[in-house]
């Protein structure tokens, strides 16, 4: 089944204490894609990847990392997580950017990892 | 935790009938769009999408209605059932950058 699979689902840490989300498709998708989604909001951009070794930054980048050593992977790292992070996170992948409007590929999403940083 | 769908507009219809779900959008670069369906607890899923050399495309029970003079886009959804339920969102892609901008959403509420 394709699909996008994030983990975990839900995690409560401290201000401080450094934590990895981990994301992963099977699909075999160049574009990956980091989102959180805070009320009154909508969903917002935090990195994204083209491809294996690309990433760049998105919307609301300070405070997070990431990492693209292979296609599969695309984990999202806080160094120092802050109360300001406690949000409903979102991984996504799609076969390609190609850009323009012959670029129709579907954005799949994956199921959300929960944070709260106390 | 408080949920995404609180601060939204919502849309509330009975079984049956026909919803319209609106969106604008301010970029008239933007050539790429796409509606998403959020239901609680899930991450956004793909509904329908539309080019900006179109005017309306249709799905199963969905159409999309693209207006560019206006910047205006419309997700209509036929005979909505209580499954239909959820937050929508659209997106639109701006020309030339790599990344999809979202809308905050829309809650359809559909009672039977």
Known sequence: ????????????TVTGKKLTVTCSQNMNHEYM???????????RQIYYSMNVEVTDKGDV???????????????LILESPSPNQTSLYFCAS???WAGGPDNTDTQYFGPGTRLTVL | G????????????????????NC???NSASDYFI????????????????RSN????????VTVLLNKTVKHLSLQIAATQPGDSAVYFCAENIRGYSTLTFGKGTMLLVSP
């Open chain 1, 33 to 43: 894609s980091w989102y959180r989604q805070d009320p009154g909001l909508g969903l």
């Open chain 1, 61 to 75: 980048p300070e405070g997070y990392k990431v990492s693209r050593k292979e296609k599969r992977n695309f984990p």
């Open chain 1, 94 to 96: 799609r076969l390609r």
């Open chain 1, 1 to 12: 089944e394709a699909q996008v699979t994030q983990n975990p689902r839900y995690l409560i």
């Open chain 2, 24 to 26: 604008a959008y301010s």
């Open chain 2, 2 to 21: 408080e949920s995404v769908g609180l601060h939204l507009p919502t849309l509330s219809v009975q079984e049956g009938d026909n919803s319209i779900i």
């Open chain 2, 54 to 61: 179109m005017d309306k495309r249709q799905g199963q029970r």
């Open chain 2, 35 to 50: 509606w998403y369906k959020q239901e609680s607890g899930k991450g956004p899923q793909f509904i329908i999408d539309i």
